[in-house]
């Protein structure tokens, strides 16, 4: 078993569109979560990072965790073209092993 | 861009030859994160340094080594390339051992 799961898409939908990306993963250790945005070829972007259930907000991302059932999902809200692109999930155990394990990224196109 | 820089941006070469890829962190990262990415793979951790000292190692193959220099950056060499090893490498960094990770723009690698 895979220690995070994500659907590899690819996800098309139209312009303002409400976005929902997931992951899923199987140890309860991991502490950390974060979500990266990967245009392509280019590196991996940081959107969102946090460590505990609940949810977090940045502009129209919001960052979702759900601990016990080892869920996370990222919204994207009123989505447009520029953000067409991979959306990686990502979790650490932290501390001082600080290696990040990516899922397999999920390819979204968003159509004017 | 997250100050993280990578050269070269694309390198191609023969199967059995070898090279070193050369990363930059962010001015005050003290660590330094290597990734590969492939099509099947996904991105995979290789290696983490910290401050000159190897802190974690990931998959990566004996015929791949890295160090980290006192100015802080990092090389990573690969020797004995084989087809299997073309691929997008990653050099992250971050100011400790345990905190979020900026990612460079990577180098292509095509072993041919």
């Known amino acids: 078993q895979k220690e995070v799961e994500q659907d590899p898409g690819p996800l098309s939908v139209p312009e303002g569109a409400i976005v929902s990306l997931n992951c899923t993963y199987s140890n309860s250790a991991f502490q950390y979560f974060m979500w990266y945005r990967q245009y392509s070829r280019k590196g991996p972007e940081l959107l969102m990072y946090?460590?505990?259930?609940g949810n977090k907000e940045d502009g129209r991302f919001t960052a979702q965790v759900d601990k016990s059932s080892k869920y996370i999902s990222l919204f994207i809200r009123d989505s447009q073209p520029s953000d067409s692109a991979t959306y990686l999930c990502?979790?650490?155990?932290?501390?001082?092993?600080?290696?990040?394990?990516f899922g397999t990224g999920t390819l979204l196109a968003v159509q004017p | 861009d997250s100050g993280v820089t990578q050269t070269p941006k694309h390198l191609i070469t023969a199967t059995g030859q070898r090279v070193t890829l050369r990363c930059s962190p962010r001015?005050?990262?003290?660590?330094v994160y290597w990734y590969q990415q492939s099509l099947d793979q996904g991105l995979q951790f290789l290696i983490q340094?910290?401050?000159?000292?190897?802190?974690a190692k990931g998959n990566i193959l004996e015929r791949f080594s890295a160090q980290q220099f006192p100015d802080l950056h990092s090389e990573l060499n690969l020797s004995s390339l084989e087809l299997g090893d073309s691929a997008l490498y990653f050099c992250?960094?971050?100011?400790?051992?345990?905190?979020?990770?900026?990612f460079g723009p990577g180098t292509r690698l095509t072993v041919l």
């Open positions: 990502a979790i650490n155990y932290g501390g001082a092993t600080n290696k990040l394990i």
């Open positions: 340094y910290y401050n000159g000292e190897e802190r």
């Open positions: 992250a960094s971050s100011v400790g051992v345990a905190n979020t990770q900026y």
């Open positions: 001015s005050g990262d003290l660590s």
């Open positions: 946090t460590y505990s259930s």
